[in-house]
């Protein structure tokens, strides 16, 4: 199976010389040239080891790593322009396993990649994960996390929301999701639906200012990025 490399770095020239590098060399790339949505990425545990910048927007390097070190043990390798011995620490301690100033040598930073490469543990099952955007489910744990940052649900907002991520960019009904999350014999109204949507809402959409459960007015509800 080939190797999964997911490349973080906001230069998109530079990303792309490296991705065709990676390519070249027989392992699979995804970018992102922002660290938003490098960490969202970096958190589908779908990637092998990760090539991190540390100067990007939204979020910096270092901000995503430590994010992500609160759930992956994936390798990563920083790339940036700082070359002081502090910055080169402060990424190690914080937990990535290499670090490339920039401007390096490709054949360089392949023999690094190939020693993290042979050092992380043997590949496990993918994570039992659902997600959306920034939103992360971990249905082993029966925990729900935005950009990292661990949100607390009831059982039932939990219930309600892992519905509509099984089930994500498709419109549910409220009798669909009354039957699917509180059973055949449920005898309340349709509108517990709402009222739960907006637990959800305040919880995900308004705290975290993001918009991803959408209103399909007339049908039902539907989770996915975007606008209505």
Same mark, same amino acid.
């Given at each position: 199976?080939?190797?999964?490399?997911?490349?973080?770095?906001?230069?998109?020239?530079?990303?792309? +010389?490296?991705?065709?590098?990676?390519?070249?060399? #027989?392992?699979?790339?995804?970018?992102?040239?922002? #660290?938003?949505?490098?960490?969202?990425?970096?958190?589908?545990?779908?990637?092998?080891?990760?090539?991190?910048?540390? +100067?990007? $927007?939204?979020?910096?390097?270092?901000?995503?790593?430590?994010?992500?070190?609160?759930?992956?043990?994936?390798?990563?390798? +920083?790339?940036?322009?700082?070359?002081?011995?502090?910055?080169?620490?402060? #990424?190690?301690d914080m937990?990535?396993?290499?670090?490339?100033?920039? $401007?390096?040598?490709?054949?360089?930073?392949?023999?690094?990649?190939?020693?993290?490469?042979? /050092?992380? $543990?043997?590949?496990?099952? $993918?994570?039992?994960?659902?997600?959306?955007?920034?939103?992360? +489910?971990?249905?082993?744990?029966?925990?729900?996390?935005?950009?990292?940052?661990?949100?607390?649900?009831?059982?039932?907002?939990?219930?309600?929301l892992r519905?509509?991520?099984?089930?994500?960019? /498709?419109?549910?009904?409220?009798?669909?999701?009354?039957?699917?999350?509180?059973?055949?014999?449920?005898?309340?109204?349709?509108?517990?639906?709402?009222?739960?949507?907006?637990?959800?809402?305040? /919880?995900?959409?308004?705290?975290?200012?993001?918009?991803?459960?959408?209103?399909?007015?007339?049908?039902?509800?539907?989770?996915?990025? #975007?606008?209505?």
């Open positions: 199976m080939e190797e999964r490399i997911l490349l973080v770095e906001d230069e998109e020239k530079l990303a792309r +010389m490296v991705e065709l590098e990676l390519n070249y060399e #027989g392992y699979q790339v995804e970018k992102a040239f922002d #660290g938003r949505r490098g960490l969202e990425l970096a958190l589908s545990g779908r990637f092998d080891l990760i090539l991190l910048d540390i +100067m990007l $927007p939204a979020l910096s390097g270092m901000e995503v790593l430590r994010r992500l070190r609160r759930e992956s043990q994936v390798p990563v390798i +920083m790339l940036t322009a700082r070359d002081t011995v502090v910055d080169k620490v402060s #990424g190690l937990g990535a396993d290499d670090y490339v100033t920039k $401007p390096f040598a490709t054949e360089e930073l392949l023999a690094r990649i190939r020693a993290a490469l042979r /050092k992380r $543990p043997a590949r496990t099952e $993918p994570d039992n994960r659902l997600s959306v955007g920034p939103l992360v +489910m971990d249905l082993d744990r029966h925990l729900v996390a935005v950009d990292g940052q661990n949100v607390a649900l009831t059982r039932r907002e939990f219930d309600l519905c509509l991520l099984e089930h994500k960019e /498709k419109v549910l009904s409220r009798e669909e999701l009354l039957e699917q999350v509180w059973g055949f014999d449920f005898m309340g109204e349709t509108n517990t639906v709402d009222v739960y949507i907006r637990f959800l809402r305040t /919880k995900l959409d308004e705290a975290f200012h993001i918009k991803l459960i959408h209103t399909v007015r007339g049908v039902g509800y539907v989770i996915r990025e #975007g606008l209505e």
